[in-house]
Nanobody
Framework: QVELVESGGGLVQAGGSLRLSCAAS????????MGWFRQAPGKERQFVAT????????YYTDSVKGRFTISRDNAKNTGYLQMGSLKPEDTAVYYC?????????????????WGQGTQVTVSS
């Protein structure tokens, strides 16, 4: 069992930046791929980005390419999502997930574990 806790959300103006963190409870985190997802009000949860266990391979949904960067520090059992050039349409609850990275299509990991989410609000 891996517990995930997100932090770093908040209110930011359009064009601004935020860095989300996802802290894992166990060292086994380093064995899993990690992903970020988001859910806006009234919409389904959608894939944002995934990083493989070593951190060397990343995937992004098209709408965030060039603006968001996913990374991880396995020594700290923590993953990150650096978000830049934020837009009002990025407003959502952001969730991190972890699991085996054995999918060759989005979201590129099996989402065995989820965090509780952190709210990101981008004002225009």
């Amino acid at each position: 069992q891996v517990e995930l806790v997100e932090s770093g959300g908040g209110l930011v103006q359009a064009g601004g930046s935020l860095r989300l963190s996802c802290a894992a409870s166990r060292r086994t985190f380093s064995m899993y791929a990690m992903g970020w997802f988001r859910q806006a009000p009234g919409k389904e949860r959608q894939f944002v980005a995934t990083v493989n266990p070593s951190g060397g391979i990343t995937y992004y949904t098209d709408s965030v390419k060039g603006r968001f960067t996913i990374s991880r520090d396995n020594a700290k059992n923590t993953g990150y999502l650096q978000m830049g050039s934020l837009k009002p349409e990025d407003t959502a609850v952001y969730y991190c997930a972890a699991g085996p990275g054995n999918l060759s299509y989005p979201p590129y990991l099996r989402t065995d574990y989820w965090g509780q989410g952190t709210q990101v609000t981008v004002s225009s």
